[in-house]
């Protein structure tokens, strides 16, 4: 017998008692054991029980705790302890709560062999290796490419595809245990990349291991974005070689300075401070959103990644940012002294520690998050959010992600609603009132999904009502909607397959009667309440709950909002009307000709409002003495901003 999720809760509370009061992380379990999901809390029971309790109001959590059947949780001895240790459970279980990178697949890096005499670089996806160190994440492929080959242009080195390279590493390594330099019979003849400047030559002996050693660490600062510091040298190298008259020598070390300078020459921003930064944009969607990190190294942008995470609206944004700066820096190598972000998070101090930590600069520098409000920061940090924008629409073109989920949600409605087919065509209808004045509804259509403007249509309210009735106002709505003229009218569009009314069973009810009366029993119909999200039927004395973080649910609550949102916009403009009307009648001179012309002209009552006396008199057709009549009379008004209990612009 299946046990419902209330007594879950209860149970879960019950057990609670038993978790202590101290730092740790948390694992929610379902029935058959697997992770759902792991977080970590500075007092884990007080944390654990605004889960069962519900008092976390976050999206995911009635799905979350619907799901769970136990519980996990390990004590730690600070905060910062429970935060690596999250960090790698969530790694081990990959729990569906957590959030992460909604494409599976490893992220390429530059990778030095920095446990080789002759250390090579490659690019590679490989698991991170102790003996190699590891530059990256990057997602783009071909820029990580071209990155390792600009690399070295500027500064040779091997590349661990050479065979040269590989017969010199495995024969060093069979001779004298891969940590002396090359004896005679080790040495081959050099390889082409040694041939063209790209490799040093220690195949053949150009080079001493000293010498190739100096290389790597030159490679290192460059890969770590130390450009400007590493051009200034090259300058200096080519002036010594001039002045020893080494004029070939100058040469090639002249067009590794070229290459530094064509490398800032195609930078798309370039700051005006030495900022050494990452900074991290998100856009967010129902469960889905993108994220773009700037990587600002001598305040040179050296490399733009965009990532796609698995959550978005269902989780919360802290939640968003902290999941993604977790997962992202435990792969990155080029960890910033600052980290740009668009909120500060809960656990901010925490997370600056970790990160610190994995800094381990030698002068003892810290890392701190940023969440700025103006400057160089602001304004990159808004580049990088448009980015995210961008990168998600991309990704959603190249999965057909919108189409796919609006299919799922189509059939879903179906399935819960038990309608004969996927509602193709959805009407929505809402009402705005204060008080029974100013009364509107708006109707908008949703075809296949997707908003169909063209279709929407708004209603005033005939009816004379002295306070507030919506199923009275939704009975006229429905008896004018759906009339046989309108029904037959094609700018109306075809017959729904679904009706959504704003409101519980009482709204439901209303609209009900109405197409009984009309004869329209056949058209399916349902009321959304707003406090939980139940849809209430005709068929079913108990309201249908749609899963939370479901396509269907997302649906209808996007249908709901847009009708909310239409119906407002009516009613503040028929309020704002009757305000200016009613205030301008009262002006000598100002007939209906000259009224138009101040709309016209201004194209809107607020701007009109707004108008200065100068402006008012530029109006063609409106004399100087009614303009300012006009203007005195705005003026006196204007302080009317509380009327009949509501907010008049």
């Known amino acids: 017998m299946a046990v419902s999720s209330k007594t879950q809760n209860t149970e879960l509370s019950a057990q609670l008692s038993h978790v202590p009061q101290q730092p740790g992380v948390y694992l929610w379990k379902d029935a058959l054991g697997k992770v759902l999901y792991v977080g970590k809390a500075k007092q884990l029971r007080s944390r654990m029980r605004q889960y069962t309790s519900m008092s976390d109001e976050r999206v995911m959590i009635p799905a979350l705790m619907a ?23 969530i790694n081990q279980y990959s729990p569906p709560f957590n959030v992460d990178f909604k494409d599976d697949k ?53 590349h661990a595809n050479c065979v040269e390279w590989k017969r010199l590493k495995r024969t060093m390594a069979a001779e004298v245990g891969n940590c002396a330099k090359p004896q005679k019979a080790t040495l081959t003849k050099s390889c082409f990349d040694h041939h063209v400047g790209l490799g040093p030559g220690p195949c053949s002996g150009a080079i001493s291991q000293t010498d190739y050693k100096n290389n790597v660490e030159k490679i290192k600062r460059f890969l770590n974005g130390r450009r400007r510091e590493f051009a200034a040298e090259l300058e200096n190298d080519i002036l010594t070689a001039s002045n020893n008259l080494e004029f070939e020598r100058a040469a090639r070390i002249k067009k590794r300075l070229d290459t530094v300078k064509s490398l800032e020459d195609k930078q798309t921003v370039v700051l005006s401070s030495r900022l050494n930064l990452d900074v991290i944009g998100i856009a967010r969607e129902e469960t889905i959103a993108g994220v773009q990190v700037f990587i600002v190294r001598d305040g040179i942008m050296l490399i733009s990644n965009d990532f796609i995470l ?5 989780v919360s944004s802290d939640d968003l940012l902290r999941g993604f700066i977790l997962r992202y820096y435990e792969q990155a190598s080029l960890i910033p002294r600052e980290v740009v972000v668009q909120e500060m998070l809960e656990d901010t101090n925490i997370i600056e520690e970790w990160l610190t930590t994995k800094l381990a600069s030698k002068q003892g520098a810290k890392v701190r998050l940023v969440n700025p409000i103006k400057g160089e920061r602001h304004d990159l940090l808004a580049l990088a959010e448009r980015n995210a924008r961008h990168a998600l629409n991309r990704y959603k073109v190249r999965t057909q992600y919108d189409d796919i989920r609006i299919n799922r949600a189509l059939l879903e409605l179906e399935s819960a609603l038990a309608l004969p087919q996927a509602p193709m065509r959805i009407e929505c209808f809402d009402v705005s009132t204060i008080h029974g004045r100013y009364s509107v509804a708006s109707m908008v259509v949703f075809t296949a999904g997707q908003p169909n403007k063209h279709q929407y249509r708004r209603f005033k309210i005939k009816g004379e009502f002295n306070e507030a009735n919506d199923f009275a106002m939704m009975s006229e709505v429905f008896a004018r909607r759906y009339a046989p003229n309108r029904m037959a009218d094609e700018r109306f569009g075809s017959c729904p397959d679904l009706i959504i009314v704003d409101g519980g069973k009482p709204q439901l009810a209303a609209a009900t009667a109405q197409l009984s009366e009309l004869g329209l029993n056949h058209i399916a119909l349902c009321g959304l309440a707003k406090q939980d999200e139940e849809l209430f039927v005709n068929w079913s004395d108990t309201p249908i709950i749609l899963p939370n973080g479901s396509p269907a649910l997302y649906m209808v609550k996007r249908v709901r909002d847009e009708s909310h949102r239409f119906a407002i916009t009516y009613h503040r403009e028929l309020r704002a009307k009757a305000m200016t009307t009613s205030v301008l009648d009262d002006i000598d001179g100002l007939g209906v000709k000259r009224k138009k012309s101040l709309l016209r002209h201004f194209g ?15 109006v063609k057709g409106i004399p100087a003495t009614v303009a300012l009549a006009v203007y005195e009379c705005l003026r006196d008004n204007q302080n009317e901003s509380i009327k009949d209990g509501v907010c008049e612009y």
């Open 67 to 89: 799901q769970t059947a136990s519980f996990d949780y390990i004590v730690t001895q600070s905060e910062h302890e429970s935060l690596i240790l999250e960090k790698n459970l």
């Open 106 to 158: 490893s992220y390429p890096f530059i990778a030095l062999t920095t446990g080789d005499a002759f250390p090579a670089i490659k690019y590679t996806r490989e698991k991170p290796q102790q003996s190699t160190t590891y530059f990256g994440p990057y997602t783009d492929a071909r820029a990580a490419r071209e990155m390792m080959e600009t690399a070295r242009r500027i500064v040779p080195i091997c």
């Open 310 to 314: 698995d959550k978005g609206m269902d």
């Open 604 to 618: 809107s009552l607020k701007r009109l409002r707004m108008a200065s006396l100068d402006e008012l008199k530029l």
